[in-house]
């Protein structure tokens, strides 16, 4: 595992008085970034779940944080070079958490599950409307599953938003969020904004995503403006 991990933490919303809230655990997801994401320590969230310090989570268990004061993004940044590209998808679906991609993906062969390295909510399925899930692939800082063409897997940096981007545009959230992580994924790894592809704009691929209606002006005016 590389080291020197660096951790950005991007407030998404704030709490105007502190209120106890159901989190569902998604992948590779553990008490530590719990405690980050909604501004609570980790004992609380221990003693609230009548949970030994130090216990396992699992991948779609319901856990009490009480007390939250907020809700951040929280993103880890691993020393790596591999990564030159960023490649932009969206789910083609209404709904989606990573916790059901990820098991989705591996119904479909896929494999470790999610193929994406990051996934941006739309507020369904109890998700937060542009909320980071940042998937297993990312935290191992192995190879996507996401674009064979032009060997993105090995070099790309899949960023997928729940959305069908054909039928609807995403989220004004949504798009701040992925502005947000563009500039933090390029500032950090050195990706200059031309390796910045649409799947559909990598050579090889043949598919519309991450859709018709993907507003690619507005990204780049949400990136020009950070």
């Given at each position: 595992?590389?080291?020197r991990?660096q951790?950005i933490q991007e407030?998404?919303?704030n709490q105007?008085?502190p209120?106890t809230?159901?989190?569902?655990v ?5 008490i530590?970034?719990?405690?980050k994401?909604?501004g609570?320590?980790?004992k609380?969230i ?5 949970l030994?310090?130090?216990a ?5 268990q319901?856990?009490?944080i009480?007390?939250?004061?907020k809700?951040?993004?929280?993103i880890p940044?691993?020393?790596?070079r ?5 490649v ?11 916790t059901?991609?990820?098991y989705?993906h591996q119904?479909?062969?896929f494999w470790n599950?999610?193929g994406y ?6 507020g369904?399925l ?12 990312w935290?191992k800082q192995q190879?996507?599953a996401?674009?064979?063409?032009g060997?993105?897997?090995?070099v790309g940096i899949g960023?997928?938003?729940v ?5 609807r545009?995403?989220t ?12 933090q994924l390029?500032h950090?790894?050195?990706?200059p904004?031309k ?5 559909g ?13 993907f507003?690619?002006?507005?990204l780049?005016?949400?990136l020009?403006?950070?």
């Open positions: 595992m590389p080291q991990i951790v407030p998404l919303a105007q008085k209120r809230v159901i989190h569902e998604a992948p590779m997801e553990t530590w970034r719990l405690s994401m909604y609570v320590s980790m609380s221990y003693q609230a779940n009548n030994k310090p130090g396992p989570i699992v991948i779609g319901k856990l009490i009480p007390n939250a004061t809700f951040q993004n929280v940044l691993y020393p790596n591999c990564w030159q590209y960023i932009v998808h969206h789910t083609a679906t209404d709904i989606g958490k990573a059901l991609i990820h989705n119904n479909r062969g599950g999610l390295h990051f996934l941006i909510d739309n369904t109890g998700k937060g409307d542009g909320q980071i899930e940042v998937s297993p692939r935290i190879k996507g996401h674009c064979v063409a060997g993105m897997n090995d960023v997928a938003l959305g069908n981007f054909n039928e545009p995403p004004p959230k949504q798009m701040q969020s992925l502005a947000r992580l563009i500039r390029a950090y790894y050195g990706i904004p390796n910045v592809l649409g799947h704009d990598v050579p090889g691929a043949n598919t519309d995503c991450p859709g018709k209606r507003p690619w002006g507005e780049q005016r949400l020009s403006s950070g």
